[in-house]
């Protein structure tokens, strides 16, 4: 069973793979080597790629309660791999596709899997959040109802927001 501590320290991990590794591809450290380097380097930085993502969700519960750490990684440990897959079979497909290409097809797959991935992950942990200060509160009945009412409104905003900026994001690259 994967604890609070174990998670973030693994994600850290990999997400400093992942800065190292992009590091490596941008400032070409591998020098006359450069093809063998991107070759093995580039599908090892895909599979990372979702580490710093984790990295930062799991930093976000950290200080959290422990059922609320539980109630994203119940969802986060099988949703990350499914990513990693799909991203290495992209990467590996036929005619050579690759994120550096500039596949659209990739790269459309590949936004919606983290869009899904990350609001997914931030209603999960605003909902049981919001439930459990309830519960502190000793709030019950048709007030608890009407506070959850509240709160989907408030995560509703949230994803607006952030589906906003991802696709300002996007546009502006």
Known sequence: MMTKKSVLIISGIGGGLFVLLLLSLLYDFCG???????????????AFFSFPFVFLLSLLTYWAKD???????????????VIVVVTLLLENA??????????????????ILY??????????????YSYLKFLEQGISGDKLNELKHKTNKKIAIAVILFLTAWFLIGYLM
């Open 32 to 46: 006359p080597y450069r093809h063998v380097c991107k070759s093995v380097y580039t599908p090892i930085a895909y």
């Open 67 to 81: 059922e609320l750490f539980r109630a994203w990684w119940n969802f986060a440990r099988w949703w990350v791999p």
């Open 94 to 111: 036929g005619g050579g596709g690759s994120l550096n290409m500039g596949q659209d097809f990739t790269i459309f797959i590949l936004v």
């Open 115 to 128: 869009t899904i991935f990350i609001i997914t992950s931030i209603v999960k942990i605003i909902k049981r």
